[in-house]
């Protein structure tokens, strides 16, 4: 079957769109210091995708819709099968379907494992740069702990494990958020460096969350080991989700996954239901999806491709590598040696390309390091570094 990939879906105006990424860039840009925005913006921030879902899903909710009743709603046992399958045959990652508990959301359930497993004051290890988790953990009254990652100077980031040592064996930090794949950096952590991560945090009982959102989008020949199948259930727990996969953020449907026994929750769903969209659209995801996303994965391995050949050749003085996983690339600027606000000035204002600064990722990297994603049409990946390198020019 082909899938349909290049085409232009208009998510700024469409009235049934509702995209924060296309329809708040302004946003965005505030944090960056731009105000003045051109029209035409081309949005690679937000990891969302511009591709419409896949059609086996579409053709399910329309019968979901079809249906018309749409009241309270209970997971059939359809549902976590199709997820014990799914990572079972894509991961060779076995767990039960009773080790499974969905959440509204990576966030809602970060934000709520936190305040489950940790008390008020307690320090929660994060490996920066890393996306977001700030509010999960601050909001709730803990402490957002760093541990920075070794930057190679170009770009490749590796674990600092003394420093993730020191910051364990506070006892004051009682949990780290493991973000595996990583984002923003693209590493896919080895067998290794996932074991080491968790002998150090076993040592000074410091429970590990990997949130493993991003583990079916892999660059080509790219392998992905769960953290938990690399190092067993043991004061582990795991946060899996269509949402980055099939392009299904709007309906919220996370599953935490829970095999150590002293974890488990009391409750299935304790504070939420699931709508029946997220149900439907998980079931048929993982059911019938996985001819798309590796459809996807071979689209998004050319746009990356096809990104880093034209910055490589039209950004010379910018540093950026091929992730191993995720869909999106850091473009490191400072080789130009301009001011952050020159920086951010010339791609968000001047190029009308919305990326996401370093900022959001480690208050160090400032603006000018940007995240862009690449999972875009290809043309208009290109357009934006196309826009970009004009700014750049004979600099
Ligand atoms: C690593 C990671 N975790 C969590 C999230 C947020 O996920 P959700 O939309 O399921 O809350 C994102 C979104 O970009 C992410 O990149």
Redesign the pocket.
């Known amino acids: 079957m082909h899938y349909e990939f290049d085409e232009i879906i208009d998510r700024k105006h469409d009235p049934y769109s509702f995209s924060f990424k296309w329809q708040k860039p302004d946003y965005v840009c505030k944090q960056v210091g731009v105000s003045e925005l051109r029209d035409d913006v081309i949005c690679l921030e937000t990891?969302d995708m511009d591709f419409r879902v896949a059609p086996e899903i579409i053709e399910d909710l329309k019968k979901l819709t079809e249906h018309g009743i749409f009241g309270y709603s209970s997971m059939p046992d359809a549902y976590k099968e199709a997820v014990v399958n799914w990572y079972g045959k894509r991961q060779g990652w076995d767990f039960k379907k009773d080790d499974i508990y969905y959440f509204p959301?990576?966030?809602?359930a970060i934000a709520q494992l936190v305040r489950l497993y940790t008390k008020q004051g307690e320090g929660v290890i994060v490996l920066v740069p890393c996306?977001g988790y700030h509010g999960d953990v601050e909001d709730n009254g803990r402490k957002y702990v760093q541990v920075r990652m070794i930057n190679d100077g170009n770009e490749y980031f590796t674990i600092d494990y003394d420093a993730l040592e020191k910051a364990c064996a506070d006892p004051n930090n009682t949990m780290i958020i493991m973000?595996h794949p990583h984002?923003p950096t693209g590493r896919v952590f080895t067998h290794e460096e996932l074991n080491k991560v968790a002998d150090i945090c076993r040592r000074h009982d410091v429970l590990i969350v990997s949130?493993e959102?991003?583990s079916d989008i892999l660059r080509q020949g790219q392998g992905f080991e769960p953290m938990m199948k690399a190092c067993g259930p043991k004061g582990l727990i795991a946060c899996t989700?269509v949402?980055?996969t099939f392009n299904l953020?709007g309906l919220?449907m996370?599953n935490v996954i829970i095999c150590d026994e002293d974890l488990k929750l009391k409750e299935v769903g304790m504070y939420s239901m699931p709508t029946p969209f997220g149900i439907q659209a998980v079931i048929s995801a993982y059911t019938r999806g996985e001819p798309w996303v590796d459809a996807l994965n071979e689209y998004v391995d050319r746009n990356i491709d096809d990104c880093l050949e034209y910055i490589h050749k039209n950004l010379p003085k910018a540093k950026v590598i091929r992730p191993e996983g995720g869909y999106s690339i850091n473009i490191d600027f400072s080789g130009y040696g301009l001011s952050d606000k020159e920086v951010a000035e010339k791609i968000y204002g001047k190029a009308g390309v919305i990326l996401n600064s370093g900022l959001f990722f480690d208050d160090w990297r400032g603006l000018q390091v940007h995240r862009a994603c690449l999972s875009s049409p290809h043309s208009m990946c290109l357009e934006a570094f196309e826009r970009i390198a004009k700014e750049f020019e004979n600099i």
């Open positions: 990891a959301g990576t966030h809602e996306y973000c984002n949130d959102v991003h989700a949402n980055k953020a919220a996370t």
